[in-house]
């Protein structure tokens, strides 16, 4: 099992900036694939982003936060990221960090989630 722990969400202002954290912890010698994902009010949960945990990162993402979304990861820290420019007022929600186990063909273990309201 691999906790997560996420950080870094707030109030920003339109065209801001945030940079979000996850920390992970446990059996992380079992992760195949770190992800984002959100939620706004009323809304399902949608995938923001996600990254390999070995090798070659192949991030890839939604196509609503290309070229303003980065993820990225830090396997000595066991930490993945997730920063966010240009940030809108429909990037508002709650942001989730998942993780994907090897051999498993879905995100299995969450953070309990972080705020991100982007105000105009």
């Known amino acids: 099992q691999v906790q997560l722990v996420e950080s870094g969400g707030g109030l920003v202002q339109v065209g801001g900036s945030l940079r979000l954290s996850c920390a992970a912890s446990g059996r992380t010698s079992s992760i195949y694939a770190m992800g984002w994902f959100r939620q706004a009010p009323g809304k399902d949960r949608e995938f923001v982003a996600a990254i390999t945990w070995r090798g070659g990162s192949s991030p890839y993402y939604v196509d609503s936060v290309k070229g303003r979304f980065t993820i990225f990861r830090n396997n000595a820290k066991n930490t993945v990221y997730l920063q966010m420019n240009s940030l809108k007022p429909d990037d508002t929600a709650v942001y989730y960090c998942?993780?994907?186990?090897?051999?498993?063909?879905?995100?299995?273990?969450w953070g309990q989630g972080t705020q991100v309201t982007v105000s105009s």
């Open positions: 998942a993780e994907r186990g090897i051999g498993e063909g879905d995100f299995g273990s």
